[in-house]
């Protein structure tokens, strides 16, 4: 599956984004779906993830309460709404696929996009 992600840009602290990636060249509903960031000079790290149908979901601990997952099978898209975004937000954000069951660890996951870049700015 190719992954396309967009959405990202620049905001204020307390601002808000919504960003998409959206499947083609293969069932877009056979795979688990996970957001990663990675900020620079750091490593790449969990964002969230979704199941193929969307009932399950996995949050990173730094993000609950202000990131929400979900996915449109019939659009091949999955989004990742950020609310009340921080600085230590900022890093460049990368969906990415895998056939199997959720999973927060990027080596695992098969198929990644291009990443979009998310500034926070204080």
């Known amino acids: 599956v190719q992954l396309q992600a967009s959405g990202g840009g620049v905001v204020q602290a307390g601002g808000s984004l919504r960003l998409s990636c959206v499947g083609s060249g293969d069932t877009f509903s056979d795979y688990v779906m996970g957001w990663f960031r990675q900020a620079p000079g750091r490593e790449r790290e969990f964002v969230s993830t979704i199941s193929r149908g969307g009932m399950r979901k996995d949050r990173a601990d730094s993000v609950k309460g202000r990131f929400t997952i979900s996915r449109d099978n019939a659009k091949n898209t999955v989004y990742l709404q950020m609310n009340t975004l921080k600085p230590e937000d900022t890093a460049v954000y990368y969906c990415?696929?895998?056939?199997?069951?959720?999973?927060?660890?990027?080596?695992?996951?098969?198929?990644w996009g291009q990443g979009t870049l998310v500034t926070v700015s204080s």
């Open positions: 990415a696929a895998r056939r199997n069951t959720l999973s927060g660890d990027n080596l695992v996951y098969d198929y």
